[in-house]
Nanobody, 124 residues
Framework: QVQLVESGGGLVQAGGSLKLSCAASGRTISRDAMGWFRQAPGKAREFVAAITWTGGRTYYADSVKGRFTISRDNAKSTVYLQMNSLKPEDTAVYYC?????????????????WGQGTQVTVSS
């Protein structure tokens, strides 16, 4: 089982930027697809972004396309989410997740392991 730990969340003004990190331990994630999801209070968890194990393909929710960038450094067992032009509606707990088999990128239930989440709050 892989352990995932997110960091980099915080409070930022609208229009600002944050970079989230997700560090893996326990086993290598170099062959795992990785995803970022978020959950706002009172709302269901939603897909944000995903990246294939090679890093060659990325996927984004329409709501973040053009503003967020997912990347990975397999040598460091770390996945990143660069978030620019943040909006108040981006406020949520952000989770990273891994899946050993690239079954689907948008569906949360296919991911095998999850981090504990990091809070992102965007003030208007």
């Amino acid at each position: 089982q892989v352990q995932l730990v997110e960091s980099g969340g915080g409070l930022v003004q609208a229009g600002g930027s944050l970079k989230l990190s997700c560090a893996a331990s326990g086993r290598t994630i170099s062959r795992d697809a990785m995803g970022w999801f978020r959950q706002a209070p009172g709302k269901a968890r939603e897909f944000v972004a995903a990246i294939t194990w090679t890093g060659g393909r990325t996927y984004y929710a329409d709501s973040v396309k053009g503003r967020f960038t997912i990347s990975r450094d397999n040598a460091k067992s770390t996945v990143y989410l660069q978030m620019n032009s943040l909006k108040p509606e981006d406020t949520a707990v952000y989770y990273c997740a891994s899946q050993a088999k690239e079954i689907s990128f948008l569906l949360s239930y296919v991911y095998d392991s999850w981090g504990q989440g990091t809070q992102v709050t965007v003030s208007s």
